[in-house]
């Protein structure tokens, strides 16, 4: 099972399994079709929206590991 870190580009998370953007998109971050995302880190894309990036790993790690 692979395991998601804050430090993984938003592109590399959405190549390991496209549906991770669900999960991303309930967590209010609706920015992931941009471009720009796509070279931004979870831990910076995180930041920008005022997330908690544990939180976020922690939910990313828990929806692929089912």
Do not use: W, Y
């Not at 999960?23 to 941009?34: E, Q, S």
């Amino acid at each position: 099972m692979a395991q998601v870190t804050k430090q993984m580009l938003i592109g590399e998370l959405l190549q390991l399994d496209p549906n991770i953007a669900g999960v991303l998109m309930r967590a209010g971050m609706h920015c992931i079709g941009c471009p720009s995302s796509q070279m931004e880190s979870l831990e910076e894309a995180a930041m920008v929206h005022g997330m908690d990036v544990d939180v976020l790993v922690e939910q990313i790690n828990d929806f692929l590991a089912q």
